[in-house]
Nanobody, 123 residues
């Protein structure tokens, strides 16, 4: 079964940090663009960040630029999202997704999705 598995979510205080991980099961991330999405309670799922298949280019939504960093380790077949200076509005379920194309987009045009990991930012 081809799927992605996210980990690293949890409860953190405002200003804190978390590192999310995304690893595939049943396939490799080689040459595939990977994106991170989140869905806050009562809101639509939104694209947060993505990284190209080569890892040479990244994209961020304005609300997280400068605080979040996406990276990939092809040797580990994984993609990460380092989240710093977290705010309560970052709360939500975070999903990683992969697409056959190497190009990075923040739309939902991804064929592989994980089940999500919950991030709660609260004091």
């Amino acid at each position: 079964q081809l799927q992605l598995v996210e980990s690293g979510g949890g409860l953190v205080q405002p200003g804190g940090s978390l590192r999310l991980s995304c690893a595939p099961s049943g396939f490799t991330l080689d040459y595939k663009a990977v994106g991170w999405f989140r869905q806050a309670p009562g809101k639509e799922r939104e694209g947060v960040s993505c990284i190209t298949g080569s890892g040479s280019n990244t994209t961020y939504v304005d609300s997280v630029r400068g605080r979040f960093t996406i990276s990939r380790d092809n040797a580990e077949n994984s993609v990460y999202l380092q989240m710093n200076s977290l705010k309560p509005e970052d709360t939500g379920i975070y999903y990683c997704a992969a697409r056959a194309s190497a190009s990075c987009v923040l739309s939902k045009a991804y064929g592989y999705w994980g089940q999500g990991t919950r991030v709660t930012v609260s004091s």
